[in-house]
């Protein structure tokens, strides 16, 4: 297919395409059948490039193949738009339509007023209508805008919609994203309309980074659910108004049960589309891609009673109820979902086979890379990331991984690492800000926040790639001052409370430490919090804190059970936090952290996690990571009271290499502050490998 030049028809085919009508009154469609072809994709996730991976189960002699990337998924939107005979196309993306990553990395090194590529991906895909997922506001406000509106002339490429987003009239993004729109194109001679609504998940501002961008409602497990019900029937119930008898809403909710249990409780709403769990719902007669572990759930479409909310397993058994239809596809342009649908005076009365169903992305089903997303945009992208690629950072000589289950459930050799990175890279910018180094005695880094599933083998070559892979999120070191330990503890109980067994389980929130070794109780009562921020049940695993600024497990204990709990005063500044902006503004809701002042947090602007453990291994290490950098790094800082590990040297800290008496605690700060003066220039100076 010839390259498309879009962008000089910009707003000329926004107003065919995707109308946004704010006011006036549509007359219905007359009474006959109408049919809709739902092209659906979400959480591209700057999966932009081609993939090649071999077939599986494998083949004699083995075989590869390509999937994924924007430019053959071009092409089987092209396919699947051609190969319908319905009156109407509808193509959306329900979120998440960027992740930082090298790949994305290639976007932001644009000059100002150029289109990212993702977006332009969107653009030349010719979407209808996108919706907002979490990842969008993983940079802030002002890159999401950037994206949405590339020349930051307030016109926005295409329509985005979300209904509970709430977003004060200083933002960027104010006129930018519109709880819905209406999709206006030509049946026949006759205008069509179909309504949009988006939805974006409650949990937005622990996982994410909105600024001053709020939500409304909360999780279907809590009150809250009922306002976020609320929120999308008003925005619903103003399309019916104007006569909208067809609603499709893009629903990223994270949760696919989430979505679930929207039905029964909105009216209105033909087709929920689902995104940000990658449920890859699929029948039994739909290919799937040849990958290890690439199952399907039944089915697609989920067919629910819209009035009782129950599933039923076909049109036919509601009875003359009107259905509402879920629909999800997996993410990284894996897959296209492709719903059609028969309409009889609004409602929908078919389910079109055998046009219905996912689609794979895959050169096996005939694809080729459509050539205008090629050259505008994986060439670039990937000339990008091949000079990452080509730029090495460090040789490591133990063994590091990323892996998902690990950096989120127990201390890792990687992990601490990178908190000990973080650390470093706050002491060597704190005094831009007139903070002490000497007291920033502990870093911490939110195993969320670390990507990919990557493993190294000692002797392999770190590349700069690798760290912007590994640590891809525009995440910020930042200082919390003043630390008390009354501060630290329900942050450390809020680390600690996904785990569902020692080692095991844990969600974003597990820490990785630096200058801390904290032991845990898995058996005991966790830390419940709300996706408001509020504790509602206090946690009470963590057995001791012992501080420990050289990673040498002899320091002072902070806090101990068996020794009646805080052996210092609780309200007792005690040390400087080092950990990323992300977290000390309570992202994974560490409301404590949430709930500090301002005025003791500072950024340091410019420096972001992957900067500093990309420093960190070039110039602290000189190149090589060897066991010695990483010290008590594996499976001591974070574990559980039943590891089989020798206890920690407490009760004293070293000054000048010398032991000294226990301080009371209103002599502590002044005492750590002078352990860590001295330890960290002995920690620098051991820095200097000897070879």
Known sequence: MPSINLKPFRFSHWLLASTLTLTGSLVPSAAQAFTLNLLHFSDGESSLLTRTAPVVPATTPATTFDYSGVGLFASLIDRQRNASSTDFDLLLTAGDNFLAGPQFEASLSLPAGQQFYDAKALELFNIDVGGIGNHEFDFGPDVLARFIDPEGDGTRFRPFVSSNLVIPDSSPLKGLIQPSTIVTKMVNGVEEKIGVVGVTTPLLRSISSPGNIGTVGDLSTTPGFSVLVSTVQAEVNKLTAQGID????????????????????????????????????????????????????????????????????????????????????????????????????GVVTNILEPGSGPKRNTNLDGLTPRPDLVSQVQNPVAAFVAELQATAVGVT??????????????????????????????????????????????????????????????????????????????????????????????????????????????????????????????????????????????????????????????GQFLYDVAQGGFLVDPNQALFDLATINFTANGGDNFSTLAGIPDSRKFTLGGVTYQAALER????????????????????????????????????????????????????????????????????????????
């Open 246 to 345: 067809k609603v499709v809403l893009v629903s990223h909710l994270q949760d696919i049960n989430e979505e679930k249990s929207l039905a029964g409780k909105l009216t209105g709403v033909d087709v929920i589309v689902a995104a940000g769990s990658d449920t890859r719902l699929a029948n039994p007669d739909d290919p799937l891609l040849p990958l290890a572990a690439e199952t399907a759930v039944p089915s697609y479409p989920l067919i629910y009673n819209s009035q009782t909310g129950q599933q039923v397993a076909s049109l036919a058994a509601l009875g003359g109820v009107e259905p509402l239809l879920i629909v999800s596809a997996d993410g990284e342009y894996k897959y296209l979902g492709n719903l059609q649908l028969e309409f009889t005076n």
């Open 397 to 554: 000589n133990v063994p590091l991984n990323s892996v998902r289950t690990e950096v989120r459930a127990k201390s890792t050799l990687a992990g601490s690492l990178i908190a000990d990175a973080i650390r470093d890279a706050a002491q060597d910018g704190a005094p831009t800000f007139g903070l002490d180094p000497a007291k920033i005695l502990v870093g911490i880094q939110n195993g969320g926040g670390i990507r990919n599933d990557r493993r190294f083998a000692p002797g392999d070559t770190i590349s700069e790639f690798d760290t912007f892979d590994v640590l891809p999120f525009s995440n910020f070191v930042s200082v919390v001052t003043d630390l008390t330990g009354g501060e630290l503890l329900p942050i450390l109980e809020r680390a600690v409370s996904g785990q569902t067994a020692p080692g095991v389980g844990g969600g974003g929130q597990f820490l990785q430490l630096s200058g801390l070794e904290v032991v845990y109780d898995v058996t005991k009562a966790a830390q419940v919090v709300t996706a408001a921020g509020a504790i509602t049940q206090d946690g009470a695993r963590i057995i001791s804190i012992l501080l420990d600024p050289n990673n040498d497990r002899t």
């Open 616 to 691: 960190y291994i070039r110039e602290d290490l000189q190149g090589t990571v060897d066991a010695t950098d990483i010290a008590s790094g594996a499976d001591i800082r974070v574990r559980d009271v039943s590891a089989l590990i020798a206890d920690a040297t407490g009760g004293e800290v070293l000054v000048d290499g010398d032991s000294a008496a226990v301080p009371e605690p209103t002599t502590m700060l002044g005492m750590l502050g002078a352990s860590l003066g001295m330890g960290y220039l002995k920690r620098r100076q051991a820095k200097n490998k000897q070879k």
